[in-house]
């Protein structure tokens, strides 16, 4: 039904264009460079016969595929986003694709002996006979979330092209600046307007998910004195030995390399010091709320224990809260996810309902008003160099979304 050569090419468009976001910036969008993507869709969506197709003034895409019933039926709306990680370059992406995979290794940049392994991501060998993309070893790929992107445009295209294929109105909005946590900000749930959305934004194919973690920051400020070493006795304080202290007081095994499923840690990402101060920063994740708020508490008492220890503030906790579990939001409108395991269902897709180890524009969106599942987008190794993409899984991908654009027609007919 997809066309195989539409979609790559498409992609590939897409992923040449920088997109990086920008954690330090607090502009919207972060880098001036997501615009250049933006700018482009809005063409697209415009050749393509969209209507309210509008750009606004923080980077924000909105558009609308009317409805082509005689009768009303919810709207709903798909939703990717456009940046990148800053966690990887995203600069100079070049492309690699591997035609009829057979689940060897593939030699991302024969230089650099960069290989991805299919024994160390042996979940590439269920795409043998596949067509991957990769990337090249240098930067990452950007199938998060440009292959979302990708989707959605060729689905609400396919739709364009097949006015036999009878559907409700349909919204869609790409935003920038979700992977530095600010996706969902600015974004206006009332001129959205629409009942429900899915955001595209998932991993491997099957993926759906309604459940995902609280989130936190944690900023650990640790102050010290620093005394010439020969005379430092009982009068210097060494902020990173405290720091080491701090480190060593949270559970060994609450760590991202050592929990899965709903197991929540404590991820330890930057560290800056010297004797005068040393500031570790962390991310608090949990599924459980309770639990969320005693791994919050945790570091406070660990702050205050060792602050009773030196007699004297030398340790400070700054929290701040980034998401929260969807679940809350989209438990009383089931449907919306029944809806979407249907489709998958009826395309001989698996559907893999899970927990997501992370959070989408689609968390914030739902405790904004616009319940939003999230939809697998069909890339793997997302934000590094390893990452990768089966082309049939963003072709099942855009297949669900016009399924469930039919389903809703067909549901409330």
């Not at 992977?179 to 001129?191: D, P, R, S, T």
Request: hydrophobic share 35%; charged share 25%.
């Amino acid at each position: 039904m997809i066309n195989k050569q539409l979609i790559t090419n498409r992609f590939l468009k897409y992923v040449v264009i920088d997109t990086t976001s920008d954690p330090e910036n607090p502009a919207f969008p972060s880098t001036e460079k997501q615009w250049n993507l933006a700018k482009l869709l809005k063409n697209e969506l415009l050749e393509i016969g969209l209507e309210d197709v509008y750009l606004d003034e923080n980077c924000y895409l909105m558009a609308t595929l009317p409805s082509n019933l005689s009768f009303q039926v919810p709207t709903i709306g798909f939703i990717s986003h456009i940046d990148t990680s800053p966690d990887f370059s995203g600069t100079n992406v070049h492309p690699k694709i591997i035609e009829n995979y057979q689940g060897n290794d593939i030699i991302l940049n024969e230089t650099e002996k960069i290989k991805l392994s299919s024994d160390y991501f042996e979940e590439i060998k269920q795409y043998i006979g596949k067509t991957i993309i990769t990337t090249d070893g240098t930067t990452l790929l950007g199938a998060d979330d440009k292959a979302g992107v990708t989707e959605i445009v060729t689905a609400i295209e396919y739709l364009v092209n097949h006015p036999e294929i009878k559907h409700g109105k349909i919204r869609i909005c790409f935003t920038p600046d979700e992977e530095v946590g600010k996706g969902a900000h600015l974004f206006n749930v009332e001129k959205f307007d629409a009942e429900w959305a899915y955001t595209m934004d998932g991993s491997q194919i099957g993926e759906l998910e309604y459940e995902n973690f609280n989130a936190a920051s944690a900023k650990i400020i640790i102050k010290g004195k620093s005394v010439h070493p020969g005379y430092a006795k009982g009068k210097m304080i060494n902020s990173i030995l405290i720091a080491n202290d701090f480190i060593s007081s949270l559970p060994t095994n609450e760590v991202p390399e050592k929990t899965t499923g709903y197991e929540g840690f404590f991820h330890l990402h930057d560290i800056k010091g010297d004797i005068e101060e040393t500031v570790l920063e962390y991310i608090i994740r949990d599924h459980d709320f309770d639990k969320f708020e005693e791994r919050k508490y945790l570091l406070q008492k660990i702050a205050f224990d060792i602050n009773q220890k030196y007699e004297n503030d030398c340790v400070f906790v700054t929290l701040k809260n980034q998401y929260f579990n969807m679940k809350k939001m989209i438990s009383p409108v089931m449907h919306i996810v029944d809806i979407a395991e249907e489709v998958m269902k009826d395309l001989g897709i698996e559907p893999l309902i899970k927990p997501i180890r992370g959070g989408t524009d689609g968390s914030q969106l739902s405790f904004k008003g616009l319940p939003c599942p999230n939809i697998f987008a069909g890339g793997h190794n997302f934000h590094g160099r390893f990452e990768y993409i089966p082309v049939e899984s963003m072709m099942k991908a855009t297949e669900v979304i016009i399924g469930i654009a039919k389903k809703v027609a067909e549901k409330y007919a």
